[in-house]
């Protein structure tokens, strides 16, 4: 809501103070379809050039995440601790080969079932499952453990932004369109240069409304869309981390209850459960 609120706010203040200031709204409103077509029609086909298929596919989905706000909540990181709580325990008191039922079919896991938002996120659960795994096959090395899993949340992150990274390019290039679209309208106005001064007014102001709206566009609605895409992504990213924390933490040698309150301590402060909550859901628990 912040955003569409904000993109309300910013419009209201800008055409508003126009009007108010007794700025003639007729030549921009007249000229701003023909403008808008120009400008957003360039602006879509240099994005399209310059992002692969993969890339464009995840438009809908990230401007979906940048209105929706992060996908995960305090509650999501307070379950998450919770099962890795559940399989590092497991590990430590029946051993890694305890994992495999709960790690090979997490659909049917009980484990999972606790949680099913967890379960039914095929990206996190797969994270889970993937390097329990790889802890079940020995890899029990915290460094090379942490070197693997952080290449791969790098390569995620990385892949994850180039919807933002795109948006902000095109926010870059909409001045320099609306400049093209000025340009082509001064050249409508010199053709026509014969024509009463009122007529020569309109037509430059229309020209003139192409830069303007290069300008809003870039800086006043695609950048901050962009930046709050990134936001979102990043601020997403920081629960996949946690996964990591806390499995690295155990393979050092902590115990389950000092592997979970590290990774809580590496989550964003907003989000953060306390100790008392992290200490009331873990002793819920039920170790088979």
């Known amino acids: 809501m912040l955003v569409i609120g904000g993109l309300v706010f910013l419009l209201l203040c800008v055409f508003g103070s126009f009007v108010a200031s007794g700025g003639a709204i007729v030549p ?20 399209l050039m310059a992002n692969s298929m993969s890339d464009l596919k995840h438009v809908p989905g990230a401007f979906k995440a940048a209105l929706k706000g992060p996908a995960f909540g305090r ?22 080969m305890a994992l495999e039922p709960h790690i090979e079919t997490p659909t049917e896991s009980t484990a999972f079932a606790n949680y099913p938002k967890i379960r039914d996120n095929s990206r996190v659960r797969n994270l889970i499952c993937d390097y329990l795994r790889m802890i079940s096959m020995n890899m029990d090395d915290p460094f090379q453990f942490d070197e693997v899993m952080t290449r791969e949340l790098a390569k995620n992150l990385k892949e994850d932004t180039h919807v933002a990274h795109g948006m902000q390019s095109l926010a870059d290039a909409l001045p320099a369109l609306g400049i093209v679209a000025a340009v082509l309208g001064v050249i409508k106005t010199m053709g026509s240069i014969s024509k009463p001064p009122e007529v020569l007014g309109e037509m430059i102001a229309g020209a003139l409304s192409g830069t303007f709206l290069g300008v ?22 920081a629960y996949y981390d946690l996964i990591r924390v806390v499995l690295v933490a155990f393979l050092q040698g902590n115990a389950p209850q000092v592997s979970v309150e590290i990774g809580r301590k590496d989550i964003p402060v907003p989000l953060m459960p306390s100790f008392e909550e992290v200490d009331t859901a873990i002793s819920e628990l039920a170790i088979g």
């Open 216 to 237: 809003l566009l870039a800086y006043g609605m695609v950048g901050p869309f962009a930046a709050r895409i990134q936001s979102v992504v990043e601020e997403d990213a």
């Open 75 to 96: 509650q999501d990181y307070l379950d998450l601790l919770g099962l890795l709580f559940f399989f590092t325990r497991l590990a430590q008191s029946h051993g890694v």
């Open 28 to 47: 921009l409103v007249v000229s701003m379809p023909f403008e808008l077509i120009t400008i957003l029609g360039a602006g879509i086909g240099t994005f």
